[in-house]
């Protein structure tokens, strides 16, 4: 058959993983002649053959691609024939103001961790790395994506290094940061006034102090970790120091899936999750009791498996099998980056600093994940995940979502992509809101973005809200103000790739509501061009506002007042043997007057008031505390709920607090109450899905909120939804809590454009 030139492109995340190579040894071993080129809009193939032959290949390109790859298309179209004699890797070429996917960094692969033992210029390089392997978002400046492009322009590389980047059948090329013992970045560590530039001293004192409790910063990926032994109580002690966290527990990288296996039960998805090219970290359920300290009070321990060739190099020298391992920042700061900022920062603190002279250009935490049942959930999007963009049926084109406050994130909508920034922390202070806005600018530079409209929450002292009304001004675009659920439920639905209207239930700590009160216990049948509230968790008052989130028997009291009075101050609950009656009745002043005592229906403080009355914890000492310890506390054998009374509209809690009370005074054990709250609201939510189903005629239940991270509601909701015939959507590549808000906000964003309808009108 006569043969024809055909263009293949191929789009998708497929730059940065070896997809060129793997392109050439393809087309050469099927005998075709050619070349394959990167492009910002993609890779693109000519290949001569007959149409038969390109169906092949393509095929071939789709069966047996890299690991990391992801292809979403691969378009054919026949050209003016071109005579090849050979097949060729050209140049890359930046053409229009297209795009392709970045990939993002890449745990170290097995074929490399053999090399650190046998290749003679890389014994111990402990930046090794491949075309399969190895840092790529976290060094990329611009695209393509080329060495020039990256923070590795500094380092030229040797004629060893050189030779196998020219070899087509090298592994490592075309392998942007490849490198070795004889050209690349270095480790070092400085500890007083003593510092080390020799791998092997670098890992034999790193080694040493660590297993004698010293707290050391240590230069990851994306940005630097705090890291101590995880069974050596000093660097614990001085971790917790330093961060002032007395109770937030801290992740744990153990040297392998089998030691792993000695502390926490891991089934087959989570020790795929854990061995994933991504490896983030998973919360897992434990065995046992870990080392006081890292999870006190939790059920589960955020482990992850080494991801860098140092990791690997420095668990050979330590005698223990686990290091905790957490973000080098001090709370609700953002991660550091640079050796100056540790070395200033960190100096009293820290008995160390153990870096490399690569720069590390956008910065990238260490990404959190959990199995829900038989889903693989992402609760917060960054190394390894970001910034792969979730694809859509939807125009999305110049929308900028802004995201809310806490577990802050902005979106970019590009063409049919929704393009999710890191994990930036909480928008509260300077500092994070100039990574914020400094990871706005970068994206947009990398991405080509230029908005045509911004989208924000409606809350007006967000951060991230007056950067959209800022840049909404400079631009000369529209802004829109989103309700903070509805963006949440429109984000379930993007992923899902749902239209029309849902039933949707979204329980989280608060959110502005559209009658000015803070909102967070919500069912709304819901599209993303509006909603109706058709039931919310009813008023309570919060006695002191904001105090009451980091005090929880505040929010238990007010519960307690609502039913009793000042009866409560008879209760036998453990609330009340916790505080003095003077202290009590200050905060009952303040519900009877109602100073300083604003309202909110939220699922969040629903949580708090019953492990405060419940004696579980009276103060917070990070967000979500309250909730996580009463899920870790509940005995899932207990089938018992308690009373919910729903009136015109209002979910009122106060039978079940009253019922609770009950159980408190008869010896009923916390494991139980724990349960019984539980249960109560999932058959809430199965009970008044069937109702809206009966009236409204909708099947399509979205989840959503910080409250959907429990992992025994919501596993007990899906399941039984499912039961009762209900399509369910939980999202789990964009996060249930508020990072997934941006990624909402342009989804509504988009379609009130397309529409032409006033938002909420």
């Known amino acids: 058959m006569k043969l024809a030139t055909y263009r293949l492109l191929v789009s998708g995340l497929v730059q940065g993983i070896g997809f060129r190579p793997f392109i050439y040894r393809l087309a050469t071993k099927n005998q075709l002649v050619g070349r394959v080129e990167n492009r910002n809009d993609g890779v693109v193939i000519l290949v001569n053959a007959t149409r038969e032959q390109v169906e092949v290949f393509r095929e071939q390109i ?45 745990a170290v692969c097995e074929a490399c961790l053999s090399d650190l033992d046998h290749q003679l210029h890389r014994i111990s390089y402990p930046l090794i790395n491949c075309t399969h392997c190895g840092p790529r978002f976290s060094i990329i400046r611009e695209l393509p994506y080329d060495r020039p492009h990256t923070t590795m322009s500094v380092f030229q590389m040797c004629d060893l290094c050189r030779s196998e980047y020219e070899q087509v059948q090298d592994r490592r090329f075309h392998a942007q940061p490849v490198a070795c013992n004889h050209c690349g970045p270095v480790y070092s560590i400085t500890s007083g006034d003593e510092k ?61 899936l089998e030691e792993a296996r000695e502390w926490v039960w891991i089934n087959d998805l989570e020790e795929e999750l854990l061995s994933s090219w991504q490896r983030p970290i998973v919360l897992l359920n434990r065995k046992r009791e870990f080392t006081p300290g890292v999870a006190d009070g939790l059920s589960t321990l955020g482990v992850m498996l080494p991801y860098m060739p140092f990791h690997h190099l420095l668990f050979k020298e330590l005698d223990h099998p686990a290091l905790v391992m957490t973000s080098g920042n001090f709370s609700e700061e953002p ?23 690569r720069e590390i250009y956008n910065r990238v935490d260490d990404s959190v994940t959990a199995v829900m049942g038989d889903l693989p959930m992402v609760l917060r999007r960054a190394r390894g995940y970001t910034p792969t963009p979730l694809r859509t049926r939807f125009d999305l084109e110049g929308i900028l979502g802004t995201g809310a406050e806490l577990s802050a994130s902005f979106c970019l909508g590009r063409e049919t992509m929704a393009i999710m920034s890191q994990y930036t922390g909480d928008l509260k202070n300077l500092e994070t809101y100039e990574f914020y806005r ?40 529209p802004h829109l103000r989103v309700q903070h659920h509805h963006a949440h439920l429109a984000s379930g639905m993007l992923q899902a790739g749902l239209e029309g209207e849902v039933i949707g239930f979204c329980f989280d ?15 709304l049948k819901s599209s993303y061009l509006g909603f109706e509230r058709l039931y919310h968790f009813d008023y309570i008052p919060l006695p002191g506002g904001d105090r009451a989130i980091k005090e929880p028997w505040r929010t238990g009291l007010s519960y307690l007042y609502q039913i009793y009075g000042t009866d409560l101050l ?33 699922a969040g403080r629903l949580f708090d008031a019953v492990a405060a009355i419940s004696g579980l914890i009276y103060r917070s000492t990070f967000q979500a505390e309250a909730p996580m310890k009463l899920e870790a506390a509940l005995d899932p054998t207990e089938d018992g709920t308690y009373p919910i009374e729903i009136k015109e509209g209002r979910i009122s809690f106060l039978p079940l607090m009253r019922q609770l009370v009950e159980d408190l005074h008869h010896g009923i054990s916390l494991a139980r109450v724990s349960a019984r709250f539980h249960l109560s609201l999932v058959n809430l939510i199965v009970d008044l899905a069937a109702e809206i189903r009966a009236s409204q005629g909708l099947e399509k239940v979205v989840l959503s909120g910080g409250t959907f991270q429990n992992r025994f509601l919501t596993k007990k909701v899906v399941r039984k939804l499912d039961i009762e015939g209900f399509q369910v959507y939980l999202p789990d590549h964009i996060p249930v809590n508020d990072q997934g808000i941006a990624a909402g906000q342009v989804a509504i964003g988009a379609h009130q454009i397309n529409s032409g309808l006033a938002l909420y009108a």
């Open 335 to 357: 991660l550091l980056i640079s050796d100056a900022s540790v070395h200033n920062q960190f100096e009293d603190f820290v008995d160390g600093v153990v870096s490399y002279n």
């Open 62 to 106: 789709l069966g047996t691609q890299p690991g990391a790859a992801s292809i979403q298309s691969i378009r054919i179209q026949q050209m003016p024939y071109t005579p090849f004699d050979t097949f060729l890797i050209s140049p890359s070429e930046n053409v229009s103001g297209r795009i392709t996917e970045i990939s993002p960094d890449i």
């Open 438 to 477: 400094e990871s706005y600018e970068r994206f947009s530079h990398l991405f080509r973005f230029t908005p045509r409209m911004v989208v924000s929450d409606l809350h007006p002292d967000y951060l991230s809200t007056r950067f959209a009304s800022e840049l909404a001004a400079e631009k000369q675009i």
């Open 570 to 602: 008879h209760l036998r609950t453990p609330l009340n043997k916790a505080f003095t009656d003077e202290e009590l009745r200050q905060i009952i002043s303040l519900l009877e007057k109602g100073i300083n005592s604003p309202l909110v229906s939220s």
């Open 196 to 256: 080390s530039s020799q791998i092997d001293q670098v890992l034999r004192k790193t080694a040493r102090l660590l297993s004698q409790g010293a707290l050391l910063a240590i230069k990851g990926t994306g940005g630097y970790h705090l890291v101590c032994d995880a069974f050596h109580s000093g660097g614990i002690q001085k971790l917790r120091h330093m961060k002032k966290r007395d109770g937030k527990p801290f992740a744990v990288m153990f040297h392998s």
């Open 509 to 523: 700590g608060t959110g502005l509501g559209l009658d000015g009160i803070a909102w967070g216990g919500e069912v």
